[in-house]
């Protein structure tokens, strides 16, 4: 019997050794002050309701510690996210198509427009309500890798997480986390020689063909949104081999597809209409063998000889209308696949609409785990709460299978197969204690002196400017001021 009184059957039993396998190597993971770090992700996981501050959470029966602990865990403990990585990916790893890994990337702010003493803050692009609906707020950016699945559902699994920095450029980081997550997923096994191309989902803001230009030799297939106004090119004919021709040096281009002018669109290669349960009909249009114009510029700037021609396929997508039955406008994509036949364009926008379970995820970790509730002012401090939140979403997708619905009154209820990742977690306190417990016991103590009763905080604390350094150099202090 589980510990919710069900009888445990294979997928169960399995799930259980998963959860208990993965609580010990996260223990494993812990450096500095690993029984306190370890005992904060359980109150994460069991605490009742959203976890809506830091010092909150050591009132829950799972942290057996002082408040004092849990402060100096987050500040000064330790996570070995090298080894956690790699532990993530030797989980079972959700698939799409079949059996293909589909990985979606986008960034999520951790806005901190107050905190004028927290170093290597960005200026986050965020949507707001009223009229200036997009603003650009303070924060540290950070990056996830996901890994989708199929069907309607909320969850994902996490793979990676980066903090942008102001030094950073961002689609080189990009390019970076996705080299070394496709690396260890074919160190763990996961990928193999044989295996349909790795799928990467992006939104737009992304340079896709920048990304597929440098990811060229690793087995992934890029599929991003691009802006409704680009211009396209299509390849030039090659020139006869023998006979007369035109004099000159060869065209690389030919004629130009502006996407918001329908009379200079080219015969397309494909065309498709799908149903779909969410937004009606879906038309997919395609033309194969597109590139844009690049230039001596920004990335290629400095390049020997002339900028490359990064080619791939243009999707036209006009579903009949949004959930809530609203207009929608076309959605322009880009894949990396050059020659994509009818059946890559469809799981290409099919995958592209799987991307927004990645936003589902962010706003659980917000709205419930209380990812960005805390006032952290160190970075590193902000990077091991993060990872800290990553593994209590990944202990949430092990118990899927062995959680319990405990729904409210007002809530339909759902069967184990569709349980969302909130419901998950208020039941998981009934599973932790039939899991395993790595820490060990609190050692009685006493807190420390502190500052003396009347005396003031003279430590000067120092104040950051906010953006990008123009020498491509850290961020610096820019003043300092007394905090009282």
Same mark, same amino acid.
């Given at each position: 019997?589980?510990?919710?009184?069900? #009888?445990?059957?294979?997928?169960?039993?399995?799930? /259980?050794?998963?959860?208990?396998?993965?609580?010990?190597?996260?223990?494993?993971?812990?450096?500095?002050?690993?029984?306190?770090?370890?005992?904060?992700?359980?109150?994460?996981?069991?605490?009742?309701?959203?976890?809506?501050?830091?010092?909150?959470?050591?009132?829950?029966?799972?942290?057996?510690?002082?408040?004092?602990?849990?402060?100096?865990?987050?500040?000064?403990?330790?996570?070995?996210?090298?080894?956690?990585?790699?532990?993530?990916?030797?989980?079972?790893?959700?698939?799409?198509?079949?059996?293909?890994?589909?990985?979606?990337?986008?960034?999520?702010?951790?806005?901190?427009?107050?905190?004028?003493?927290?170093?290597?803050?960005?200026?986050?692009?965020?949507?707001?309500?009223?009229?200036?609906?997009?603003?650009?707020? #303070?924060?540290?950016?950070?990056?996830?890798?996901?890994?989708?699945?199929?069907?309607?559902?909320?969850?994902?699994?996490?793979?990676?997480?980066?903090?942008?920095?102001?030094?950073?450029?961002?689609?080189?980081?990009?390019?970076?986390?996705?080299?070394?997550?496709?690396?260890?997923?074919?160190?763990?096994?996961?990928?193999?020689?044989?295996?349909?191309?790795?799928?990467?989902?992006?939104?737009?803001?992304?340079?896709?063909?920048?990304?597929?230009?440098?990811?060229?030799?690793?087995?992934?297939?890029?599929?991003?949104?691009?802006?409704?106004?680009?211009?396209?090119?299509?390849?030039?004919?090659?020139?006869?081999?023998?006979?007369?021709?035109?004099?000159?040096?060869?065209?690389?281009?030919?004629?130009?597809?502006?996407?918001?002018?329908?009379?200079?669109?080219?015969?397309?290669?494909?065309?498709?209409?799908?149903?779909?349960?969410?937004?009606?009909?879906?038309?997919?249009?395609?033309?194969?063998?597109?590139?844009?114009?690049?230039?001596?510029?920004?990335?290629?700037?400095?390049?020997?000889? #002339?900028?490359?021609?990064?080619?791939?396929?243009?999707?036209?997508?006009?579903?009949?209308?949004?959930?809530?039955?609203?207009? /929608?406008?076309?959605?322009?994509?880009?894949?990396?696949?050059?020659? /994509?036949?009818?059946?890559?364009?469809?799981?290409?926008?099919?995958?592209?609409?799987?991307?927004?379970?990645?936003?589902?995820?962010?706003?659980?970790?917000?709205?419930?785990?209380?990812?960005?509730?805390?006032?952290?002012?160190?970075?590193?401090?902000?990077?091991?709460?993060?990872?800290?939140?990553?593994?209590?979403?990944?202990?949430?997708?092990?118990?899927?299978?062995?959680?319990?619905?405990?729904?409210?009154?007002?809530?339909? #209820?759902?069967?184990?197969?569709?349980?969302?990742?909130?419901?998950?977690?208020?039941?998981?306190?009934?599973?932790?204690?039939?899991?395993?417990?790595?820490?060990?016991?609190?050692?009685?103590?006493?807190?420390?002196?502190?500052?003396?009763?009347?005396?003031?905080?003279?430590?000067?604390?120092?104040?950051?400017?906010?953006?990008?350094? /123009?020498?491509?150099?850290?961020?610096?202090?820019?003043?300092?001021?007394?905090?009282?």
């Amino acid at each position: 019997m589980d510990s919710v009184g069900r #009888p445990v059957g294979a997928d169960q039993g399995l799930a /259980a050794m998963e959860l208990d396998r993965f609580r010990g190597e996260l223990y494993r993971c812990l450096g500095r002050r690993a029984d306190e770090l370890f005992e904060l992700v359980d109150a994460v996981l069991c605490a009742e309701g959203p976890v809506r501050s830091l010092v909150g959470l050591c009132l829950a029966p799972e942290h057996r510690r002082g408040h004092g602990a849990l402060y100096d865990a987050v500040n000064s403990g330790e996570v070995n996210t090298a080894r956690l990585r790699e532990t993530l990916v030797r989980l079972p790893l959700p698939r799409m198509f079949g059996g293909r890994i589909v990985l979606a990337v986008d960034v999520s702010p951790w806005l901190r427009p107050d905190a004028e003493t927290c170093p290597d803050r960005l200026f986050c692009h965020v949507y707001g309500r009223g009229r200036a609906t997009r603003q650009r707020i #303070p924060g540290w950016p950070y990056q996830l890798v996901t890994a989708l699945e199929s069907g309607p559902t909320s969850w994902t699994a996490v793979l990676d997480a980066v903090r942008l920095g102001p030094a950073d450029d961002a689609t080189a980081v990009t390019a970076e986390q996705l080299r070394a997550v496709v690396e260890r997923l074919r160190a763990a096994g996961r990928w193999r020689c044989g295996d349909p191309a790795i799928l990467v989902v992006l939104d737009s803001g992304y340079d896709v063909h920048r990304l597929a230009f440098v990811l060229a030799d690793l087995p992934v297939q890029l599929v991003g949104r691009i802006r409704a106004d680009r211009v396209l090119l299509a390849p030039a004919p090659p020139r006869p081999p023998t006979g007369p021709g035109p004099i000159g040096r060869p065209r690389r281009h030919r004629a130009a597809m502006v996407l918001a002018d329908p009379a200079s669109w080219p015969a397309p290669n494909t065309r498709s209409r799908t149903a779909t349960d969410r937004y009606g009909q879906a038309a997919a249009t395609a033309w194969n063998r597109m590139h844009p114009r690049l230039e001596h510029r920004g990335p290629w700037a400095g390049a020997d000889g #002339p900028p490359p021609i990064v080619e791939g396929t243009v999707i036209r997508l006009q579903v009949e209308h949004l959930p809530g039955h609203r207009q /929608a406008p076309p959605v322009w994509l880009w894949t990396s696949a050059a020659d /994509a036949d009818l059946t890559d364009v469809i799981r290409c926008w099919q995958a592209y609409l799987r991307r927004f379970d990645l936003e589902h995820t962010i706003r659980l970790f917000k709205q419930t785990l209380g990812w960005t509730a805390p006032k952290i002012r160190s970075p590193q401090a902000a990077d091991r709460w993060t990872w800290l939140v990553i593994a209590a979403h990944t202990q949430l997708r092990l118990a899927r299978a062995l959680a319990r619905d405990l729904r409210r009154p007002w809530e339909k #209820p759902l069967g184990p197969e569709r349980l969302t990742p909130a419901r998950v977690r208020r039941g998981f306190r009934h599973l932790h204690g039939k899991t395993t417990q790595p820490a060990s016991a609190p050692k009685p103590s006493h807190p420390g002196p502190g500052r003396r009763r009347g005396t003031k905080n003279r430590q000067r604390a120092i104040r950051y400017d906010v953006g990008k350094t /123009a020498t491509g150099q850290r961020q610096g202090p820019s003043r300092e001021k007394v905090s009282g």
